[in-house]
């Protein structure tokens, strides 16, 4: 007999779950000075300016106005940065094979990320995008994890119940906040133990 609040549904973030994610990486592969990589990091990934794009308050044009409003970069290399930063956004293999897994199991599957409109829209093409019922991006809705209202859309959106799901993310506060909702929880890293987690809950 099936427990009465066995996880039985899966949630997956994107950005260091399912795709890599390293500003570190980006950074390197600007074709500038290590001091201009600097001004990159301060002004672009680490500005709250991020987060409002993240949430679709502002829209990449804006946040490329306002960045070289505020800083010595220029447009042009900005947009080239937003643009490598997307480029870097490639699959985890093994992050796909288990979703292809899960599917084939039956297993209902759904996304929920926080990502800008603009950068969900260039790597939505990847395959294993088809393999979700669901997909909520901050973007599209408005707001951002661990804001407990992105839980809320998903859960509603989709007719979920949180105690039948298992959250799949890489940030210690987003799970904070899914542990909050009544969420079962995974805090990822990409590691076999991991993947292994995932098998165990959802395929067992």
């Not at 973007?139 to 407990?148: L, S």
Request: net charge negative.
């Amino acid at each position: 007999m099936e427990e009465k609040n066995k996880a039985t549904t899966a949630i997956f973030d994107l950005g260091n779950v399912m795709l890599s994610w390293d500003v570190e990486q980006i950074l390197a592969s600007l074709p500038f000075t290590a001091a201009v990589k600097e001004e990159f990091r301060t002004h672009i990934f680490l500005d709250p300016m991020w987060l409002d794009w993240d949430s679709g308050t502002i829209s990449e044009a804006e946040l490329v106005e306002l960045i070289s409003e505020r800083s010595p970069l220029e447009k042009k290399s900005i947009e080239g940065a937003l643009l490598a930063a997307k480029q870097s956004l490639t699959p985890f293999a093994e992050s796909v094979a288990v979703l292809h897994e899960l599917s084939q199991a039956g297993v209902p599957l759904f996304c929920l990320s926080n990502m800008p409109v603009e950068m969900y829209e260039y790597i939505k093409h990847y395959d294993f995008f088809e393999l979700f019922d669901g997909i909520v991006i901050s973007g599209r809705v408005g707001c951002i994890k661990p804001d407990p209202r992105i839980f809320h859309i998903l859960l509603t959106r989709f007719n979920l119940a949180a105690e039948r799901c298992l959250f799949i993310d890489d940030s210690p506060a987003n799970i904070v906040q899914a542990q909050k909702i009544g969420l079962h929880n995974l805090h990822f890293k990409q590691s076999k133990p991991c993947y292994e987690t995932i098998r165990a809950t959802l395929l067992a």
